[in-house]
């Protein structure tokens, strides 16, 4: 089972700064990775698919990148909108596994 | 609108059964891979099972493998998940979604609780 490991665990930042969320594979999994943001009491939201194609309607401040076992969630300039907590998952091999989540939490 | 209403869940003893069903519209659902996604109250997201298209395969989560049963009725736009045998770490708010390996198609409903207690 592959492992997927988020960090920060939480991050906390004002309006207008740049957030960097990671998520590290155990095991080499190409580009099949997605982010996902999800708000309290709300259904996940797809940010990201093949670790860097913005999902419709994502704003492009969101941007995805990285392949193999480095994942990198760039959040370019923070509104208060973006609080939430952030998942990565992987698609490269069942079964599917989810990372821990960041928690971003706007200032 | 692409969307999917989750039904079935409930407050069910230790031990025993429920199904949950999903209810899919505004998109050719026998043309896509669908999934089941559970979150336990105040925890991560946690993949439960999927089931491809077109009577494809099925694969689960290990935590759920001989207990839990993911299926399709493509006539009727609904997904399935038969579940027995619950246990108290089986509680949470389960969630139906599109599944494409490296695809744009995604949505959710809005989820339906089952809590497992006595």
Redesign the interface.
Known sequence: EIVLTQSPATLSLSPGERATLSCRASQYINMYLVWFQQKPGQAPRLLFYGASNRATGIPARFSGSGSGTDFTLTISSLEPEDSAVYYCQQRAFWPLTFGGGTKVEIK | EVQMLESGGGLVQPGGSLRLSCAASGFSFSRYAM?W?RQAPGK????VS?ISDNGGPT????SVKGRFTISRDDSKSTLYLQMISLRAEDTAIY?CAIY?????M?S????TLVTVSS
Request: aromatic share 22%; no cysteine.
């Open positions: 999934t996604v991560g997201l946690d993949w999927t694969y689960y989560a290990d969630y494409q390996q490296l695809g744009p995604d959710w409903g809005q989820g």
